[in-house]
């Protein structure tokens, strides 16, 4: 067993890449869920499975194989999941999979994988992600659960909203100065107790107002600028005539 340490907290987007889960019990149901979740195209390889599995095959979800582990089932993976009870093979997939440059986690033993799942607070796109590494899942669970209620389900519209918004001035307003500052105006401390205080729908109006005006003096300054720019214009051909 390797040497227990904190890992590098890193986010992976796993749409649409080849996930292997080698044991479809309980756990390894949770780890399909939470897979499916974000996309991934799942493959899970056991004799015996939980009910569970056979209803998300046969709603096309996932890929199923109801047999032993072979050697080079996990070519092509971007993840293994190792959720088996047998010690003997979890080290034999974990092997395999290291020799193929493939990433490890091992649901059991995670000292013997390479990428830990974390207890996760999802707020549409606010993710907010805890582990101990493995030293107490209690308290990651207490943790998460203080996060949990912080940050409710209010952070949701404000969060799809900057999104949206932060593409909107990357497009509408010119000036870079402008842009950083309006940028800046829409997260404050104020504005995240009135967004936890219910005041939203308020505060989105407050701001699209903010950035209409934004908008507006920042088309009449690059207006003002062209004009100027052809009056120096017209002044140099004036004096060249």
């Not at 952070?155 to 940028?183: I, M």
Request: include cysteine; proline fraction near 3%.
């Amino acid at each position: 067993m390797r040497e227990q340490a904190a890992g590098f907290p890193v986010f992976l987007d796993l749409s649409g890449k080849r996930c292997t889960i080698v044991g479809a019990g309980k756990v390894a149901a949770r780890r399909a869920q939470e897979l499916l979740f974000y996309g991934a195209e799942l493959v899970v390889i056991a004799p015996v499975c939980d009910p569970a599995f056979h209803q998300w095959a046969t709603e096309g979800r996932l890929w199923l194989e109801e047999r032993p582990y072979r050697k080079g089932d996990i070519e092509g993976s971007s993840l293994v999941v190792i959720a088996t009870d047998q010690a003997e093979l979890n080290r034999e997939v974990a092997e395999d999979a290291r020799a193929s440059g493939i990433w490890v986690n091992a649901a059991h033993q995670a000292a013997e994988g390479d990428v830990r799942f974390p207890a996760v607070v999802q707020r549409g796109l606010l993710q907010l992600a805890v582990t101990t590494n493995g030293a107490s899942p209690k308290l990651t669970q207490l943790i998460s659960k203080r996060l949990s209620e912080q940050y409710g389900a209010c952070y949701e519209p404000y969060v799809a909203w900057l999104h949206a918004f932060r593409e909107r001035v990357k497009h509408q307003v010119q000036d870079a100065a402008s842009k950083k500052e309006l940028l800046a105006r829409v997260v404050t401390e104020d504005i995240l107790t009135r967004v936890e205080n219910g005041e939203w729908p308020k505060v989105r109006q407050e701001l699209e107002a903010e950035l209409s005006r934004t908008v507006s003096l920042d088309r009449d300054t690059m207006e003002i600028g062209r004009e100027e720019k052809g009056r120096v214009e017209r002044d140099r051909e004036g004096r060249g005539g």
